[in-house]
């Protein structure tokens, strides 16, 4: 197949902003994180909204989709910690109670001026605040320094760290998963997704932990403890962020689309872009958060 010159250098130069804009908000500092991810929830929502909207044969009123998204927003600030304050101002305190007043205003009057509603459209809709919103609320809760005591080992982690090694790690097994499988592959994944193969799976996975193991090893100067700790992050991220690319599949299928929207042309949507981490990042929360019951050392 011959290769479209124009087309290349659209996804090229989309691959560049796009990974310009998410190096900024990662690294900047936690506002620029917050953004970063606000307007990931947002995007996430609308395109959710398109889905559903294709599955079921039906369209959401402009403020029934406010209404939800709002409502969502604040989940997602219900989750930002004691870094995000502004002269004392903490936005989990002062910023969600009043957004989520605002979405519940906007969704009842959605409802109210709705000529009808179908229950399994709305119960769907109803979802995405867990699907989408308590998954960006658990990101944005990573988001902090972690003091790690385990026996005679301390290891002080950044507050971007975590929100970093699942993106890596998911990164890694994405492109090692497709490099496997297009050498190796025979056995489909699933029928959702038959592009992808057990071998590649597999493939990727191993290689994203081997990977991200191999450079915290070096990086916390021969730490095992650290190192096996974020390995099994790796793995986690790596494993669960699967089913999120496959559920994601599963949902574009049900709405007979390629895509979920085109804000990266060449590239999809912000489902398309972020559909493993909705998934893993819950996962990675729980598996921190367990260790917190266990270790008792302090996270965020």
Same mark, same amino acid.
């Given at each position: 197949?011959?290769?479209?010159?124009?087309?290349?250098?659209?996804?090229?130069?989309?691959?560049?902003?796009?990974?310009?804009?998410?190096?900024?908000?990662?690294?900047?500092?936690?506002?620029?994180?917050?953004?970063?991810?606000?307007?990931?929830?947002?995007?996430?929502?609308?395109?959710?909204?398109?889905?559903?909207?294709?599955?079921?044969?039906?369209?959401?009123?402009?403020?029934?989709?406010?209404?939800?998204?709002?409502?969502?927003?604040?989940?997602?600030?219900?989750?930002?910690?004691?870094?995000?304050?502004?002269?004392?101002?903490?936005?989990?305190?002062?910023?969600?109670?009043?957004?989520? /007043?605002?979405?519940?205003?906007?969704?009842?009057?959605?409802?109210?001026?709705?000529?009808?509603?179908?229950?399994?459209?709305?119960?769907?809709?109803?979802?995405?605040?867990?699907?989408?919103?308590?998954?960006?609320?658990?990101?944005?809760?990573?988001?902090?320094?972690?003091?790690?005591?385990?026996?005679?080992?301390?290891?002080?982690?950044?507050?971007?760290? /975590?929100?970093?090694?699942?993106?890596?790690?998911?990164?890694?097994?994405?492109?090692?998963?497709?490099?496997?499988?297009?050498?190796?592959?025979?056995?489909?994944?699933?029928?959702?997704?038959?592009?992808?193969?057990?071998?590649?799976?597999?493939?990727?996975?191993?290689?994203?932990?081997? /990977?991200?193991?191999?450079?915290?090893?070096?990086?916390?100067?021969?730490?095992?403890?650290?190192?096996?700790?974020?390995?099994?992050l790796a793995a986690v991220a790596s494993i669960v962020g699967t089913f999120g690319d496959i559920l994601e599949s599963k949902l574009k299928r049900m709405a007979n689309v390629k895509d979920s929207g085109n804000f990266m042309p060449g590239h999809g949507g912000f489902l398309d872009r972020f559909d493993s981490m909705l998934l893993a990042t819950p996962a990675v929360w729980l598996y921190l958060y367990s260790l917190f019951y266990i270790f008792s050392f302090p996270i965020i």
């Amino acid at each position: 197949m011959a290769l479209n010159r124009k087309t290349f250098q659209t996804r090229t130069l989309t691959a560049i902003i796009f990974a310009a804009v998410m190096l900024v908000g990662l690294l900047w500092n936690q506002w620029s994180f917050l953004v970063l991810f606000s307007v990931i929830h947002f995007g996430c929502w609308w395109e959710y909204f398109n889905l559903l909207e294709k599955i079921h044969h039906t369209s959401y009123h402009r403020y029934t989709r406010l209404g939800f998204m709002l409502m969502g927003y604040a989940i997602m600030l219900w989750f930002c910690g004691p870094s995000y304050q502004v002269n004392n101002y903490h936005v989990k305190e002062n910023f969600s109670f009043p957004v989520s /007043v605002a979405g519940f205003v906007m969704l009842g009057m959605g409802i109210f001026q709705s000529r009808q509603i179908k229950r399994k459209a709305f119960g769907a809709a109803a979802l995405g605040l867990l699907y989408i919103s308590l998954s960006w609320g658990m990101m944005i809760s990573l988001y902090g320094e972690i003091d790690m005591h385990i026996h005679d080992t301390r290891l002080v982690v950044g507050g971007n760290v /975590v929100p970093i090694l699942i993106i890596v790690s998911i990164w890694i097994n994405d492109t090692m998963a497709y490099i496997v499988g297009s050498m190796i592959g025979k056995t489909p994944l699933s029928k959702i997704s038959p592009k992808k193969t057990w071998e590649g799976t597999i493939g990727g996975i191993l290689l994203s932990i081997l /990977v991200i193991g191999i450079v915290t090893f070096l990086v916390t100067d021969n730490s095992w403890p650290a190192t096996v700790l974020v390995m099994i992050l790796a793995a986690v991220a790596s494993i669960v962020g699967t089913f999120g690319d496959i559920l994601e599949s599963k949902l574009k299928r049900m709405a007979n689309v390629k895509d979920s929207g085109n804000f990266m042309p060449g590239h999809g949507g912000f489902l398309d872009r972020f559909d493993s981490m909705l998934l893993a990042t819950p996962a990675v929360w729980l598996y921190l958060y367990s260790l917190f019951y266990i270790f008792s050392f302090p996270i965020i």
